[in-house]
């Protein structure tokens, strides 16, 4: 599974951006997929996840609100919808994919392919 994240860039704080992440798989209706996020000097963190059909969607409590996960398995992607942002938020952000059956996955090693990452930067 090869998966291309792009959509980050530079956006003010308080407007919106979506992230795009297409995925190689053939059966991408089957993978779990998931958005990650790097901080400068911090730790990759979970972000959202959405179950293969769609149903259910998690959040991290920091994105709750303001940030949606979708998918369209007849294209291949995922989107993540950002609105509200603020210069927390900036990051580089990892769509994941994770093909072990899981009906939800939040862990980072639940994941097994990672896409490059998208910079996001949110200014003051």
């Known amino acids: 599974v090869q998966l291309q994240a792009c959509g980050g860039g530079l956006v003010q704080a308080g407007g919106s951006l979506r992230l795009s992440c297409a995925a190689s798989?053939?059966?991408?209706?089957?993978?779990?997929m998931g958005w990650f996020r790097q901080a400068p000097g911090k730790g990759r963190e979970f972000v959202a996840t959405?179950?293969?059909?769609?149903?259910?969607?998690v959040y991290a409590d920091s994105v709750k609100g303001r940030f949606s996960i979708t998918r369209d398995n007849g294209r291949n992607l995922v989107y993540l919808h950002m609105s509200n942002l603020k210069p927390k938020d900036t990051a580089v952000y990892y769509c994941?994919?994770?093909?072990?059956?899981?009906?939800?996955?939040?862990?980072?090693?639940?994941?097994?392919?990672w896409g490059q990452g998208t910079l996001l930067t949110v200014s003051s």
């Open positions: 994941a994919a994770d093909w072990s059956g899981r009906h939800i996955s939040t862990r980072e090693n639940e994941y097994q392919y």
């Open positions: 798989a053939r059966t991408f209706s089957g993978l779990v």
């Open positions: 959405i179950s293969w059909s769609g149903e259910p969607t």
